[in-house]
């Protein structure tokens, strides 16, 4: 089916129900930013694939609302359809609630499925858009779109606790307390990360993210899994129910909500619980942060231990990959799809390892600047040895997540590039190496990674860092390095934190560059003070620095980095492979 005749049909069904403008995001009833097929909806309609975005169909627009990450991806993708682009470059900003404010008339309806959007997310709508009604009680993509996949029915297994630490047990008594604190008789968790994190589990429901299609409902004498029971094996039941677990159908969670005592307060988390949830709960609300999110967003030494080595593991596969790279550049075809694989081969050699984090960013020359490109088999470019290759991967395993980006240049690097590129390594540094009180928040410490790229007149127009999960979600909440009024800007770093550290520069049909790293937030030796480690391990390309413009702190940190890369990864290396990272890991003068 064509794009133009989704829309028609589309347009049909919306007249039908007496809907004038319908929004389709790109999450699904959990908030996700990775989705099960079932509910990637605003890529069916549209073509566009990137992990972000927002439609807006009309009976004679249709648009599309993506940030700056995807602007050159979104372009290609949408050239042979209807579908307009709309450039977002404020996030946080909802600008489409703008376009329909200028575009609708006095009591038009908008309408959209309300199991997509969060209570937060209707509220603002809401807020935005005062002179139109709201229907969001039909999914009209369900009529539309036939063969629709089906909600996913994987089965799960258990994480164990030699790799994430604490027992489910030990999770649940810790959320218990909070909700007792806070004053509430039961907490619902929408969110499938904190999910999987409270009860030790994991899937492969969703691309990338090893979570489990579910619901949950935590009281202070019961917990509640709201699932497909045909995912639960003997052995996952028998835990769980040992530690007093019990399990409904995944639907019917609505109706448990309906049924309540309306007495009864119930605690929810605006941005991830979905208005239709939002509006069966019975009883009192009380909206809050979700407590899991903060809990498991804090590593413990179990994991924190496991997360250094998996580095080890991760560092090896990546030696592998680009030794085979330089081994191979001119003598055989080598495209950005070639790359991908071959990454996630040398990875999956490795022990406990379960597939990629996310799908790999592999940009030569001018696909580099495109910020989330992702090569496609057929389209994607050649690498030859000459011009600049940007690789931004990662890797789940049992034992944590990775997320690394490197730049390299095959030819001589001209000054335009050798200023970037230093530029980006001495905001990467300053990130790195900063020490900062106890209360910081991540968007106080974002202009570290950009001053040097200021004073060249250069910006990136991306967050600077994310939380990561542990074997969980690549991109986790609560906390991250980025600038504006979102939630991960202004949540305080804590003891425990993974991070990453990526900031960048991309010249348009040019070429793109950033380097990333993951870093654990940990006690200074100043009293009252944080500071970084690295956790990543993998040599930091030198050929486009321009040393005149790097200090001697700057030299001293990329010196130490490297020493340490040489010494951790060298014992798992043969001797060829030791060489290799020798030259690699060769000191600044």
């Known amino acids: ?28 009833p959990h908030k996700s930013e990775y989705v099960a097929d079932r509910w990637k909806s605003r890529e069916w309609i549209s073509g566009f694939t990137g992990s972000a975005g927002l439609v807006v ?67 603002r709508c809401k807020a935005y858009l005062t002179n139109v009604r709201l229907k969001y009680d039909q999914d009209l993509i369900e009529a539309v779109w036939d063969g629709r996949p089906e909600i996913p029915k994987n089965q799960i ?90 399990f409904r159908p995944y639907p019917s969670i609505i109706d448990f909500l309906q049924d309540q005592d309306k007495t009864k307060v119930c605690g929810y988390d605006p941005y991830k619980l979905n208005q239709i949830l939002f509006d069966s709960i019975a009883g009192k609300k009380k909206a809050s942060k979700n407590f899991t ?15 250094r080595k998996v580095m080890v593991k991760d560092g090896v596969a990546l030696l592998k990959t680009f030794m085979w790279l330089e081994d191979t550049l001119g003598k055989e075809t080598i495209t950005e799809y070639d790359l991908a694989n071959k990454l996630s081969f040398f990875r999956s050699q490795q022990e406990g390892y379960f597939g990629e984090s996310f799908s790999a960013i592999v940009g030569y020359e001018s696909n580099g600047a495109i ?5 496609d088999k057929e389209k994607s470019k050649e690498i030859k040895n000459e011009g600049v290759l940007l690789v931004d991967s990662g890797g789940q395993y049992f034992d944590g997540t990775t997320d690394i980006t490197r730049t390299f240049c095959f030819d001589e690097p001209q000054e335009e590039l050798k200023t970037a590129y230093t530029a980006v390594l001495k905001g990467h540094i300053a990130l790195d190496d900063v020490v900062y009180p106890v209360g910081t928040i991540g968007g106080q410490l974002d202009v570290l990674a950009r001053q040097a790229l200021w004073s060249e007149g250069l910006n990136y127009l991306h967050g600077t860092g994310h939380g990561v999960g542990f074997f969980l979600n690549v991109h986790e909440d609560p906390q991250g390095f980025t600038a ?70 700057e030299k001293s940190w990329l010196n130490r980095y490297h020493q340490e890369v040489f010494e951790r990864l060298s014992p798992a290396l043969n001797e060829k492979e030791q ?6 890991c060769k000191p600044l003068g």
């Open 157 to 246: 297994f258990l994480h164990d606790e030699k790799f994430c630490g604490f027992s489910s047990e030990k999770k649940l008594k810790q959320l218990r307390k909070v909700i007792a604190d806070e004053g509430l008789d039961y907490y619902i968790i929408a969110s499938l990360d904190d999910i999987a994190w409270l009860y030790n589990i994991r899937c492969n429901d969703v691309d990338f993210n090893p979570v489990a299609i579910a619901y949950s409902i935590v009281s202070k004498d019961s917990a509640i899994l709201f699932i497909n029971e045909a995912k639960l094996t003997a052995e996952v039941k028998e835990k769980l129910n040992a530690n007093g677990v019990s």
């Open 293 to 307: 999110t903060e809990l498991k967003a804090v590593k413990n030494d179990t994991e924190i231990g496991c997360f």
């Open 1 to 28: 089916m064509t794009t133009k005749i989704k829309l028609e049909n589309l347009r049909k069904k919306m007249k039908e129900e007496g809907i004038d403008a319908y929004i389709i995001p790109s999450s699904d």
């Open 371 to 375: 910020i989330h490109y992702r090569p």
């Open 579 to 584: 060489n290799w990272l020798k030259v690699k």
């Open 57 to 123: 169909v009309t009976q004679d627009h249709a648009g599309l609302w993506t940030d700056s990450r995807y602007f050159l991806q979104a372009l290609d993708e949408l050239k042979d359809s209807e579908f307009e682009l709309h450039k977002v470059y404020n996030q946080f900003i909802p600008q489409h609630y703008t376009w329909l404010k200028e575009n609708l008339k006095d009591g038009d309806t908008i309408g959209f499925n309300g199991q997509t959007l969060s209570e937060n997310d209707v509220k």
């Open 484 to 553: 504006g009024s979102s939630p991960r800007a202004n949540t305080p770093l804590k003891e425990g934190m993974v991070t990453s550290n990526e900031p960048g520069y991309y010249k348009d049909n040019a070429f793109g560059i950033r380097i990333e790293n993951l870093i654990l937030t940990k006690k200074s030796a100043k009293e009252g003070f944080y500071e970084h480690e690295t956790l990543t391990l993998f040599p930091i390309e030198t050929k486009m620095i321009d040393e005149t413009k790097m200090d001697h702190k």
